[in-house]
């Protein structure tokens, strides 16, 4: 049976510490959207994809992937994530680029399972995909933090998955490093047709690289076409006041 959405959130609410974090959000990402989740800091986007992951339960409320319930989900090779300050390895860490790319296979294999060709092929591709191969072999400590995140990138595609989840990926990341990822997690969606949440609060990019835009403050602000850019009235839900909203489009 195809499954349209990847994910089908329905009038969710999570409480943390007795603090309502989230209220009656309703979110659907249909297979092949590239959803920019915006919001400032402390608006629930992390709390958001926690329930979608199934870390966090709802107090109220529903979340299924690829049409089951997230409680019963077990394909969670299908799912690549990528957390916040994911890139801050420490420079000594020893592990190379193709070993930590070969992270993601393990994930689809399970642990303590050998590599097979066919898994070894997978985590080549991955690499050639971000363009990584040229550093293979280099320690991952030693490179950039653009680097990083594209090896991070490699790690979840080498388990060829189906959804791509993001988290504030590029805190910390120069501007220009920044425009080059938005590019590259663009081409995967539209050349490979992988669908993509990214969470952020940088408006002003992800408005020229996601299909569409979903706007969190606690509740669901909106969600519609990234095309069709955003009203003063929901900038202003969305970040709580003009001057906020306006610092975050650049």
């Known amino acids: 049976m195809l499954v349209r959405n990847v994910v089908d959130v329905r009038e969710v609410g999570i409480q943390l510490n007795?603090?309502?974090?989230?209220?009656?959000i309703s979110l659907q990402i249909?297979?092949?959207?590239?959803?920019?989740?915006?919001?400032?800091?402390?608006?629930?986007?992390?709390?958001?994809?926690?329930?979608?992951?199934?870390?966090?339960?709802?107090?109220?409320?529903?979340?299924?992937?690829?049409?089951?319930?997230?409680?019963?989900?077990?394909d969670w090779y299908r799912i690549g994530y990528?957390?916040?300050h994911a890139t801050n390895f420490d420079p000594r860490f020893p592990a190379s680029v193709w070993e930590v790319a070969s992270l993601g296979r393990v994930v689809r294999r399970g642990m303590f399972r050998f590599l097979s060709t066919e898994?070894?092929?997978?985590?080549?591709?991955?690499?050639?995909?971000v363009g990584m191969t040229a550093k293979s072999r280099r320690r991952i400590g030693d490179l950039s933090g653009g680097e990083k995140q594209r090896v991070l990138i490699?790690?979840?595609?080498?388990?060829?998955?189906?959804?791509?989840?993001?988290?504030?990926?590029?805190?910390?990341?120069?501007?220009?490093?920044?425009?080059?990822?938005?590019?590259?997690?663009?081409?995967?969606?539209?050349?490979?047709?992988?669908?993509?949440?990214?969470?952020?609060?940088?408006?002003?990019?992800v408005l020229r690289i996601a299909k569409t835009?979903?706007?969190?403050?606690?509740?669901?602000?909106?969600?519609?076409?990234?095309?069709e850019g955003l009203t003063a009235d929901q900038l202003v839900q969305t970040y709580g006041t003009p001057f906020a909203a306006a610092t975050h489009i650049h």
């Open 30 to 74: 249909p297979t092949g959207d590239f959803v920019a989740l915006i919001g400032q800091n402390g608006a629930g986007k992390t709390t958001l994809i926690k329930a979608v992951m199934g870390v966090l339960r709802p107090l109220t409320g529903t979340v299924r992937l690829f049409g089951v319930d997230v409680t019963d989900f077990v």
């Open 18 to 24: 007795g603090t309502q974090v989230l209220e009656d």
């Open 82 to 84: 990528i957390p916040q």
């Open 154 to 205: 490699a790690r979840a595609l080498a388990s060829t998955p189906d959804f791509l989840i993001l988290d504030e990926p590029t805190a910390g990341v120069d501007p220009g490093t920044q425009e080059q990822f938005y590019r590259f997690l663009k081409e995967l969606n539209d050349e490979q047709g992988l669908t993509i949440l990214l969470a952020t609060h940088d408006l002003g990019a």
């Open 119 to 129: 898994d070894r092929a997978a985590i080549d591709s991955a690499l050639e995909t």
């Open 213 to 227: 835009v979903a706007c969190i403050n606690r509740r669901l602000v909106c969600h519609q076409s990234a095309a």
